[in-house]
């Protein structure tokens, strides 16, 4: 049940326990945003829900059915859905290979390539907006802009037919005038093909403009989830605020990093500090948080906001 906080605490408001439940709500036809500094562990879930990165704990559910990662027959079954697209996608493309190859691989990997192939291989372009398809797949990746290889990279991951993608930073390292293009591309995607999209960015305003809900990560725990224009807008945890707060303008992508606005460094993953790990940069830190770790609360009004913070603990005294 969900009940009324102190008011003499500043940002309190209604909270209560939330559903002990540490899974990123990735839904189809939806985009999750994971958002968090450089080192909070934001790619690391993305290369463990992708089966690239050994695990040391838990599970990872899809359709509430536990996936078993060994490789095999499972995990191929399981990775066909789940397509990764990296950051980088000059590495991410083999150089002297051409855009054929790369496509029809991964449609052959994928038992997708039959008599059809050309037909495939023209739909998958001209589902990136690579068109004419056939300008496009002579081509090497040397020969195409940062932003039609990032578009070659989502037409791979396509070729799979997959059900979710894993965008860890997709725009990040494109140039600012065409990243829109690609975020739009995706939004396109979700909708058209009914795609699950966990989109992994530090950049917070891109996670309002493009995800329908976002997650905030710090130092490898979830501190605040729910619907994106709560919590940017009525940002709960303050972490959360920091990071919207390290960005002076709201119409510039927030290059500004948190550690050079004066709140000191992240913390190492390897030894976090104890109780909740935001507290040693924390400007409104209790006794508590230093040695206690905070489960989730709900806060504000908008159903599914959540933050780990003390300051929601409806039942402190
Ligand atoms: Fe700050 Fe405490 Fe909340 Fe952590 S739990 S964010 S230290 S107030
Ligand atoms: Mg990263």
């Not at 939806?30 to 990165?53: C, F, I, P, Q, Y």
């Not at 990872?60 to 996608?89: N, S, W």
């Not at 960005?247 to 500090?273: C, M, T």
Request: charge should be positive.
């Amino acid at each position: 049940m969900r009940r009324r906080g102190r008011a003499a605490v500043p940002g309190r408001r209604r909270c209560g326990r939330a559903a002990d439940d540490e899974t990123p709500p990735g839904r189809r036809g939806r985009v999750t945003a994971l958002v968090g500094e450089s080192g909070s562990g934001k790619s690391t879930v993305a290369r463990l829900l992708a089966g690239l990165h050994p695990r040391s704990g838990g599970d990872i559910r899809l359709h509430g059915e536990t996936v078993d990662v060994k490789r095999g027959k499972a995990f191929r079954a399981y990775a066909r859905r789940v397509q990764m697209i990296f950051q980088d996608p000059f590495a991410s493309l083999n150089p002297v290979h051409t855009v054929r190859y790369h496509l029809t691989r991964a449609l052959k990997i994928h038992g997708r390539d039959g008599d059809d192939l050309e037909q495939s291989l023209h739909e998958l372009l001209s589902r990136v907006q690579l068109t004419p398809p056939e300008r496009y797949l002579g081509k090497f990746p040397h020969e195409l802009s940062g932003g039609q290889r990032q578009r070659v990279a989502i037409a791979r991951a396509l070729g799979a037919d997959p059900e979710a993608l894993l965008a860890d930073e997709p725009v990040s390292m494109l140039d600012v005038s065409i990243r829109l293009g690609v975020l739009n591309l995706l939004r396109d995607l979700k909708e058209r093909l009914n795609l699950a999209i966990l989109y992994i960015t530090h950049d917070i305003a891109s996670a309002r403009y493009f995800a329908d809900e976002t997650m905030v990560m710090y130092a490898g725990r979830m501190v605040e989830g729910g619907d994106s224009e709560t919590v940017t807008q009525q940002s709960a945890h303050p972490y959360t605020r920091l990071l919207i707060d390290s960005a002076p303008d709201p119409d510039r992508h927030f290059h500004v990093k948190v550690a050079d606005s004066g709140a000191g460094e992240p913390p190492s993953l390897i030894d976090p500090p104890p109780g909740c790990r935001f507290h040693p940069r924390c400007p409104v830190a209790m006794e508590r948080c230093r040695t206690e770790l905070p489960p989730r609360f709900d806060v504000g009004d908008r159903p599914g906001h959540w933050a780990a913070c003390w300051l929601y603990d409806g039942a402190a005294g």
